[in-house]
Each structure stands twice: as C-alpha cells, then as structure tokens.
C-alpha cells in the first residue's frame, strides 16, 4: 500500500478539481516495474484506491459494502 500524504496545493490542479491553496491527499500507485501514477483528491482514499490489484480492488470494495450494511434483526 502507498503512503497517503496530506498536503496543501501549492498551485490549481483543475483535472482534480484541487485550488490553490486547498488541503488535499496524495499518493502514487504502482503500474508495473518503472511506471506510477499520481492521484489527488480532496477526500481521504478509499482502501480500494491504493491498490493496483483487480482481486484487491474488488476485495476491499465487498469490505466497504458489507461495513455499511446494518446488523440483523433478532
């Protein structure tokens, strides 16, 4: 898992829809040997973001699913 960095934007980032100025959260995934790429948003990541894995993005996606769910009735 990458390391999640909260930092304020010293420039716009209009792609991320990021002012200047703004608090935001970066992090860098890993698409093979020597490739990355940087993501930024203004909210913190959901787990299933900081993976490059199909089998864990949708692992961590079922997670969050079944979290939200309420407990059964008695």
Not at 42 to 51: D, E, G, V
């Given at each position: 898992?990458?390391?999640?960095?909260k930092?304020?934007?010293?420039?716009?980032?209009?792609?991320?829809?990021?002012?200047?100025?703004?608090?935001?959260?970066?992090?860098?995934?890993?698409?093979?040997?020597?490739?990355?790429?940087?993501?930024?948003?203004?909210?913190?990541p959901?787990?299933?973001?900081?993976?490059?894995?199909?089998?864990?993005?949708?692992?961590?996606?079922?997670?969050?699913?079944?979290?939200?769910?309420?407990?059964?009735?008695?």
């Amino acid at each position: 898992m990458p390391k999640v960095h909260k930092v304020k934007a010293r420039k716009d980032y209009p792609q991320f829809g990021i002012k200047k100025g703004d608090e935001h959260y970066t992090w860098s995934v890993m698409y093979g040997p020597r490739n990355s790429r940087t993501f930024r948003q203004l909210t913190p990541p959901k787990p299933s973001q900081l993976t490059s894995s199909e089998f864990l993005i949708e692992y961590y996606s079922m997670e969050q699913i079944l979290e939200y769910k309420e407990e059964p009735y008695d």
